[in-house]
């Protein structure tokens, strides 16, 4: 999905990974993290039990810089399992 | 504004949302506040500058608010209309908007929950009115726009990715 703000000339886009437990959909988000510079992406939020295993989701908004004057943000989800 | 989770929001539909945002903060004395969908995505913005990041807040924001919503479907509740987080300095106040948008009021000791609350219950009668506006406009020949954006920007994000 995605939305745009005309006025702040914004397009956000959200992607969510989806997968079986244990199937690295935190670990696909935290490489994706490694790989980004740290100027284009934002701060990776895990939230996480003790065990690591995602209980609500992790987050991770990252710059595309911009498309036809409008900043482009790809908003990376994860869903727990 | 269309369906299937695509939507936009118009700079005379953001001008409102802004007005009536400064309104809240010279009534109240708050220091902030935003609207956030019920996505996690940030709309409109009014007040200091903010020291955190705007995208992870709204995204933690729409989180705070589903899971809250079911919290008070498992006491009986159909929804908490609104919540307040309490800090020892900054504070948080969150209101629903017709069921679609939250607003969110920060603020400080220099003014009361009290006085917040009063405040925000004007405010989201006039954003109800503004976002009932916009979401009933969608699919209205003004999306045409929209389309051929969204249809430019897909091929641009191609390219981005093509090597």
């Known amino acids: ?81 | 504004m269309s369906g299937a989770g695509t939507w936009s929001i118009a700079e005379e539909d953001h001008r409102k949302i802004t007005e009536h945002l400064g309104a809240l903060l010279k009534e109240s004395q708050a220091h902030g506040a935003l609207v956030v969908d019920r996505a996690g995505q940030l709309l409109a913005n009014v007040g200091d500058e903010l020291k955190f990041d705007p995208t992870t807040f709204a995204s933690l924001t729409a989180a705070d608010f589903s899971a809250n919503d079911q919290l008070a479907k498992m006491i009986g509740e159909p929804e908490f209309g609104s919540l307040f987080h309490q800090g020892e300095k900054e504070s948080m106040y969150l209101a629903d908007v017709a069921r679609r948008v939250i607003l969110v009021v920060l603020f400080d000791q220099r003014t009361t929950v009290g006085l917040v609350r009063l405040k925000v219950k004007q405010t989201v009668n006039d954003l109800t009115k503004v976002f009932d506006d916009m979401f009933g406009r969608a699919g209205q020949p003004g999306q045409q726009k929209q389309a051929k954006l969204l249809e430019g920007a897909e091929d641009e994000i191609d390219k981005l990715f093509g090597d």
């Open chain 1, 1 to 81: 999905m995605s939305m745009i703000n005309y006025a702040s000339r914004e397009i956000n886009c959200k992607v969510v990974y989806y997968g079986s437990g244990l199937g690295g959909k935190t670990t696909n988000l935290e490489h994706v993290f490694t790989k980004v510079a740290p100027d284009q992406r934002g701060k990776m939020v895990s939230l996480a039990t003790e065990t690591e295993r995602t209980l609500f989701f992790d987050f991770l908004p990252v710059d595309l810089g911009t498309v036809r004057g409008f900043k482009t943000r790809f908003h990376l989800y994860t869903v727990p399992g």
